[in-house]
Structures are given as structure tokens and as C-alpha cells.
């Protein structure tokens, strides 16, 4: 059975663009979690998706959003990106109401 | 605000030595932590994971043990090899937040021949 799936591998963007990252759960999972894991910061939690609705979100401006698709798939939108907006966005998914997440391989944000 | 405090940051240890890492909470309202496994360029995998409700877990070489009156849970992996060298990820998370993970800073595991 395929894991998550993200896409792209790597984005270069320069600044004040916009990325837009994709993440494919695995088949039966609804809820999808982003995370960024940037240089020095660790690991951190930036929202979840759960049946096509935002339920929480962690300590980031609100240029970063998202959305969650009928088919469960997600995407992560970022604004008038800045250099430390650089991090590996990494996607997670559950199954409904249970604890266990699995990651996909990231996506790696380079700004310019 | 970290929420979860971890250490060492590295650690080296030899073929079939034991690797221990620690990680404190304050929120006690977190009931799930796991422990997640990174290797350079992939996403982290989950290894094992512990409910306040159990003082230990094995599983293969891998222990949590956690202690909820003084707020820390650890890793232990036994008989350490080279292949486990890698990063690892202390967490917690509750219901409440739909199991959002506070992630620790991490460790830089090296395991030498």
C-alpha cells in the first residue's frame, strides 16, 4: 500500500512569491497534518485537515493556509514568502480520530 | 514555547552499547507520545509510542519508559548498531488538539563500528 506523497520534491521560489505544495495521504486516511521542519527550529506543527475542513492550526501567520479536497488530498499555500520560509514542509495523515501519523517525504522550500 | 524539552542534541555510542534519550513535558494534558526515527532526506517514521497509562512499552530493542509524576518519558535502544544512526524525535500531543505533535528539538544518533 502507498504511503503519503508529497510533490514537489524541491521548490525554489524567490521572494514574495507564492508555493503551493501537494500532499496525497495514504487510501483511508481523512485527516492531514503540515509540518515545518526548518533549520534550527525543529519540527513544528502548522495545521491539520480533517474532512475537508480546518480543526487547528499552530503559531504561523496567516499566510500560510491550505485546503483539503473531497478525495482527502491537501495543499499547502504560502505567501509573500520569506528567506525563512526555507524549511522541509512535511505531511502527515491519520485515520480518522486516532493518534498515529505517517509522514510523507517533504518537500524542500528554498527562497531566494 | 518549546512544550517539549529534549535531550542530549548528539550522542555517539558504540556497536552494542545502549543510546538513551530523554524528553520532559509540562502540559499535562498531553496523552500520546511517540517517538519518530529521521534519516537524512526522509520524513520521519514512527519507531514507537507510549499512553500516560503505561510506565514502560518494548518493542524489539526499542523501550519507552515514562515516568507522568515528574513529566518525562525515554528512549532506550538496545544493542545499538550502525543502522540505527540517524535523528530522533521525542513527541507529545492530546485529543483536544485533534493529536497535533509538539515535536522535541531532536537527536543526532551516531553509532560507531
Known amino acids: 500500500e502507498a504511503g503519503v506523497t508529497q510533490s514537489p520534491t524541491h521548490l525554489i521560489k524567490t521572494r514574495g512569491q507564492q508555493a503551493t505544495l501537494r500532499c496525497s495521504p495514504i487510501s483511508g486516511h481523512t485527516s492531514v497534518y503540515w509540518y515545518q521542519q526548518a533549520l534550527g527550529l525543529g519540527l513544528q506543527f502548522l495545521l491539520w485537515y480533517d474532512e475537508g475542513e480546518e480543526r487547528n492550526r499552530g503559531n504561523f501567520p496567516p499566510r500560510f493556509s491550505g485546503r483539503q479536497f473531497p478525495n482527502y488530498s491537501s495543499e499547502l499555500n504560502v505567501n509573500a514568502l520569506e528567506l525563512e520560509d526555507s524549511a522541509l514542509y512535511l505531511c502527515a495523515s491519520s485515520l480518522a480520530g486516532q493518534e498515529t501519523q505517517y509522514f510523507g517525504p517533504g518537500t524542500r522550500l528554498l527562497v531566494l | 514555547q518549546q512544550q517539549v524539552k529534549q535531550s542530549p542534541q548528539s550522542l555517539i555510542v558504540q556497536k552494542g552499547g545502549i543510546s538513551i534519550i530523554n524528553c520532559a513535558y509540562e502540559?499535562?494534558?498531553?496523552?500520546?507520545f511517540p517517538w519518530y526515527q529521521q534519516f537524512p532526506g526522509k520524513g520521519p517514521a514512527l519507531l514507537i509510542a507510549i499512553r500516560p497509562d503505561v510506565s514502560e512499552k518494548k518493542e524489539g530493542r526499542f523501550t519507552i519508559s515514562f515516568n507522568k509524576s515528574a513529566k518525562q518519558f525515554s528512549l532506550h535502544i538496545m544493542d545499538s548498531q550502525p543502522g540505527d544512526s540517524a535523528t530522533y524525535f521525542c513527541?507529545?500531543?492530546?485529543?483536544?488538539?485533534?493529536?497535533?505533535?509538539?515535536f522535541g528539538k531532536g537527536t543526532s544518533l551516531l553509532v560507531t563500528p
Open positions: 502540559n499535562t494534558a498531553f496523552d500520546y
Open positions: 513527541a507529545a500531543s492530546h485529543s483536544n488538539s485533534g493529536y497535533a505533535l509538539n
